[in-house]
């Protein structure tokens, strides 16, 4: 009988460490995902501005804004607004986010190079964008940084 217990007893305490090692898996999986999804989210906001921004032309920066024309001759602009990318397709009238709401934009700059008229320099944008992302008590600051060139030379 003595013997019945102890089994049932370490074959219990083995139960509840492997269950106890499954849930700690899990939440840390769920986790993982969350914050991977807010970070690809940020890289697919860069990735949309430099595909808009290649067929762009004049290209002008002010403060942590972007604006410029792109290749369907609509007056474009991104700023960064309450730790959001946000997006206009109208000259700045109207706005929308390009970033979820899950993650918070630190920062967003625009440096660019070549915009004179004349100075025979392909124009070149560099977009920085710092990302605070937190998923349960799991914060991930993702740093991203792209140059982009426009593909028709300016003369």
């Known amino acids: 009988m003595i013997e ?10 083995v139960v509840i460490m492997v269950t106890s090692i499954f849930v700690i898996a899990v939440v840390s999986q769920r ?3 969350s914050l991977r999804n807010i970070e690809d989210n940020a890289r697919f906001a860069l990735e949309s501005m430099a595909r808009e921004i290649r067929t762009g032309k004049n290209f002008s ?9 792109n290749a ?7 700023r960064l607004n309450n730790k959001t990318i ?9 706005y929308f986010a390009v970033t979820g709401s899950e993650a918070t934009i630190d920062y967003l700059n625009f440096y660019l190079l070549g915009q004179a008229p004349g100075d025979g320099l392909q124009p070149r944008i560099t977009i920085t964008i710092g990302v605070t992302s937190q998923a349960g008590n799991q914060i991930s600051n993702t740093k991203i940084q792209n140059t982009v060139s426009q593909r028709l030379l300016q003369i």
Do not use: C, M, Q
């Open 72 to 78: 369907k001759s609509e007056s474009v602009v991104y």
């Open 61 to 69: 920066t002010i403060g942590s804004s972007l604006s410029f024309t």
């Open 4 to 13: 019945l217990i102890v089994a049932i007893g370490i074959f219990g305490l």
């Open 31 to 33: 986790r993982i995902i």
């Open 86 to 94: 946000e997006k206009s397709s109208d000259g700045g009238v109207n």
